[in-house]
């Protein structure tokens, strides 16, 4: 198990500094059931609690950190993704891009009128309702209508 002190600490010993704990986030529809429970969120939550006391290691929980900083980071807001054909996306859990580098800079992509309406609806970048995954993913019906607002 991944979470293992053992386990931990062996890869601590081979020289570890970060360990990156990514939650199951759908990008399907019909999958949703996959998503981590309210209880093995809390779980993860306290066994990285006492990680991040214990052991000389950097530990991230995506997206369950995100809450103590004040709800989803993606748009730019902490974030973003870089699809492999070159489009700038506000997360890699949210394939929405109005914007590709092959066609501007890094700093005009993130200044696309997508990633800045995100940031700006600041209700889309709040947690999904308590209920863990991804926030983008959870208001997808929104997102996509700021995808195609003034197309």
Known sequence: MVTQGSFINDLIKAGTK?????????????????????????????????????????FISFPGDEEELGGCLAAGRGFVHINPGGSLEPCPFAPYSDSSLAESSLREALNSRLLRKIRENREILEEAGGTGGCTLWAKRDLVQALVNEDR
């Open 18 to 58: 970060v360990f990156f704990y990514v939650e199951y986030v759908p990008v399907s529809a019909g999958t949703e059931e996959l998503v981590v429970s309210k209880e093995q969120r809390a779980g993860l939550k306290e066994t990285l609690r006492v990680f991040r006391h214990k052991l000389p290691a950097v």
